[in-house]
């Protein structure tokens, strides 16, 4: 399944949304994503092999799961909070297919568009294959609530919130169009927290810990004696490792219908070893016998344990990597958005200036403590013909001498970078640079 080493984007707006996807829907709906590209105009067909959405042998009951998965995923509608406060209710999916073929065809429909395709800013990235032995539907979100904070380090949500995000409150709509309102029908886990830590926190932090390329903490908090939020502290996982802090290696959680057949990672991966031990011996006559005794045998069990060992360090070299590229994209992400945001916050000034301002900012030029450095630009200056950088530094003179406090602070980029942590609402942009 070579998609699983694909990249996932997904706009904030979708990561921080209101859903409750099965495991087997959040599979399904990250296929389609992989196979989205940055420069895609319209959504097209993506086919998937019922087959590559479990990770056993399939038969007539995995068809149904996935036939019937996919029927209410055309239904499905995910909640979005925009930054003006209102909510909206987005239809996702459409989907067909043919049994006999044995795949399926989903196609994101239009209305989602501007949460998919050509993201410039504020998305969360991953690879798939961190996700993909999730049997969890929680652990997917909280990998995702997480994975978008990794490089602040934390992520602090209330209780509520988090509920609310992972499908736990049920509304009922009152009203229409932008009076339409929510009512809560129910809270699920409204009674004692240890309920909710227990089948959710604890649940995804183990199994997030376990499968993916970020390990995870949780601190609680309490306003009275209840306990109403909730951070996550977040790293990658191969500094976890290599400060030899201990992953949980619980047995597996109760799976979902999805994902009932499957055994356990630790199985496969010993069964799948010892195939390929047995496929360089020759002369074997009873396989299974063979298979059964080997599997038992001390030695064999030292050679597994070595293999792990390499394709463990190797796993943390590949996330070691990973992490490096993603940071250098976020941090590339996070300068070109900057330099956007510091062209367009000039414009007021800019559009606004007075002779007496220009005369000022001629005089700072010639009292400039390095001459040297400015002497071409004051001769522009003074010819009065700028150049685009010319009337970048004149918009930064003009914030530093009668700029409002939120435009002076923000001429740090990492003062910027610091509040950079939820979206921000879009700056205009200047065409005259």
Known sequence: MEFLDFNIVKANELV????????????IILVALSQITPDQEKFEWVSIPVKDLFN??????????????????????????????YWRSVPFLEAEGKDSKGCIRVRFVENAR????????????????YTWTFTSSYSFRIYEFCKQYQLIGKRTMEVFELKDRLGLIVYEELGIGRNKTKRILKEMYQGRFSNFEKNVLEMARDEINRESDIFITYE???????????????RSNEEAISSEEKVPVASLPTANEAVSEVLSLDEQEKEAF????????????NESAY?????????FESQFQQHRQQKRKTRREEAQRNQRKQEQEYQQQMELNYEQYSKSVRVPYLE?????????FKAYLRNHPNRLLVKNQLLRVESGELEKSDWFSFGTY???????PEDIKYLDFKVWMRDQVEPKPATPKFTGF
């Open 274 to 285: 010892a195939l390929d031990y047995m496929a360089a011996k020759e002369g074997i006559k």
């Open 114 to 129: 501007d949460l998919l395709l050509q993201l410039e800013r504020n998305y969360t990235k991953f690879i798939l294959r």
């Open 220 to 234: 609680k908090h309490k306003k009275g004696r209840a306990i109403d939020r909730i951070t996550f502290y977040i």
């Open 398 to 404: 003009l914030i530093k001498l009668k700029g409002k």
């Open 16 to 27: 921080n949304s209101r859903n409750n996807l099965s495991v087997l829907q959040h599979r």
């Open 352 to 360: 606004n200036y007075t002779s007496d301002d220009f005369e000022g």
């Open 291 to 299: 298979k059964q005794r080997l599997m038992n045998s001390a030695d």
């Open 56 to 85: 056993t042998s399939i038969g007539q009951k995995q068809y149904r799961l996935v036939k019937k998965a996919v029927k209410d995923m055309t239904r499905l509608a995910i909640d979005i909070t925009g930054s003006d406060g």
